[in-house]
């Protein structure tokens, strides 16, 4: 990996973070398939053929077969990616024609297209599904690709990255250099503008983008590549495209209190075959069924999704155990209560409708519990100036909201707090009233409340009788007799 610099100073760039370099068995390569033909359910921008939608300028290269190229590659456990050629009409479909859109929709990052090795913050303005979690925050870099993850470090091609064509660009070489967004309430556009390459400038521009879809898709449009990626130097910058994830651990340093140190381990990548990567080109990738989105064990147990799925009840959370949410899991003794994977209650057999690329499926975010239940909506790439959608839903899933175990330790905790509350109030009236009892029979001997406990306190002295005797009567030989009898002191009293 290399160093990249994140503009924004918020949220704060980590320094002491080890991105751990070895991949976990969850790791799945793509492999060279024979073409598929595939149905006709795809992403369409709702243009007919005759119309490229920003592709007028390109003409393809003669002698080339003009054949559909479609691949389908469903080995990637998280995604089902497909690949359309420069001759199939999908292509062109999927490309998004910033120039088109609202122009004050559409910003172009002024330092991002003027520098190197730069990363910016972008705020969705929806919910992105990133390998059944829910982003709000991205970060574009320079380098032709986007970090998703919530710790922002310096290393940011390591992992956790969106990459439609991740290499050395730099922008500021070239004044027709631009990194542009767009966002319309469903969709993010991200995208390359005539970027070089900065240690090869006379290889010529660069145009492509990057869209992500509310329902998780993810597309990859490529117009203008001028040399096959497979020849771009990695020696200065790393060359990847495709999806990466991973999960943060924290480590306690032992000989430094109050210190942390985080490292990064990634669980998931996924590799295209930069070969498919030529002008025209798109790539379309679709999410499959994660164990985040079951909300119940039951559900989640029995689900056969290609995952073993677990549910953890001190959590109320499905995992497969490689998430984001790793080390909640593992530091609440998950992975020893899923090993029985016996529900509390009676198996709800009921399974969660089957996934689609056209549905928000529930998932949960890091450190607090949140379920949050997303509603059916259709996604489709911008194709004209955006309208308010109703279906859009501005929900931040970080740290607003509360949690559905968090609401029921609160209600447990406040009948608690209640009830010792009462308890110390009843204990103070109880003696406040004993003390006031003994101050008012102190000051009235006579009363009714004094005599009663008189007449029923212990005599200090037994009764005795004197008998008479020489000298003092008072000092006679005594002998103890009934309590009730009284004193006899002397025949003189």
Known sequence: GVFYEVVQSFPRVEVNVQVDSHVSSHRWRRHSESLKSVDTNRASMGQDSSEPGGFTDLLLEEGHDNTTQIEEDTDHNYYTSRTYGPYDSTSR???????????????????????HRQAARVNLSFDFPFYGHFLREITVATGGFIYTGEVVHRMLTATQYIAPLMANFDPSVSRNSTVRYFDNGTALVVQWDHVHLQDNYNLGSFTFQATLLNDGRIIFGYKEIPVAVTQISSTNHPV??????????????????NVRRRTIYEYHRVELQMSKITNLSAVEMIPLPTCLQFTSCGPCVTAEIGFNCSWCNKLQRCSSGFDRHRQDWVDSGCPEEAKDKICEKNIDTTETPPYSTTTLLPTTTRFRVLTTTRGSTTSHLPTSLPTEDDTKIALHLKDNGASTDDSAAEKKGGTLHAGLIVGILVLVLIVAAAILVTVYMYHHPTSAASLFFIERRPSRWPAMKFRRGSGHPA??????????EGFIVSEQC
């Open 475 to 484: 000092y006679a030989e005594v002998e103890p007799v009934g309590e009730k």
């Open 240 to 257: 990847k495209v495709g999806l990466s994830d991973a999960f943060v651990v924290v480590h306690r340093i032992q000989q430094i209190p």
């Open 93 to 115: 479909d999927l490309w998004v024609n910033i120039d088109q859109m609202e122009k004050d929709k559409v910003k172009i990052h002024g330092i991002l297209s003027n520098t």
